[in-house]
């Protein structure tokens, strides 16, 4: 199934095609910002380098993006804090508590068209212990 899909995807476009690609995906842009966001490191849940380092380069990476719309675009950026619980039943019973652990949100829609359609964008941006905070499954496309 990988082998199909890989055959099939686009040729990634670098910088040098954005000029003449307006409003197309560029890879190379992509992978630059992801390779900003895993040089943070292991991002574990409520770690510094996930609840502040990572969060500081969304909002510098969004902003940016906010800055470059066209003005017909409205995007709209919250970070949201949450606290909770979920047992862990696979380990006797334990149960996993966090606190503040944050949330980037996204919504990008039209502003001068009224429209009952919008994007939301997100991701999984943190990672599991003792990785290498590379994880090219997460691939972020801000």
Do not use: W
Request: aromatic fraction near 8%; charged fraction near 20%; proline fraction near 7%.
């Amino acid at each position: 199934m990988i082998l199909l899909v890989e055959r099939k995807l686009p040729t990634p476009l670098t910088l040098v095609d954005a000029p003449s690609n307006p409003g197309r995906f560029i890879a190379e842009r992509a992978m630059d910002r992801l390779r900003k966001l895993t040089s943070i490191g292991p991002r574990t849940t409520g770690s510094y380098e996930n609840e502040v380092l990572a969060i500081k380069f969304f909002k510098e990476a969004i902003s940016s993006i906010v800055e470059q719309a066209k003005p017909i675009h409205e995007i709209q950026m919250d970070i949201q804090k949450t606290s909770g619980a979920f047992p862990l039943h696979f380990l006797d019973g334990m149960t996993n508590v966090y606190r503040d652990v944050q949330n980037v949100i996204v919504r990008v829609s039209a502003l001068h068209a009224p429209s009952a359609h919008s994007l939301l964008v997100n991701c999984h941006f943190d990672t599991v212990p003792g990785s290498p905070g590379e994880s090219y499954h997460d691939i972020v496309y801000c």
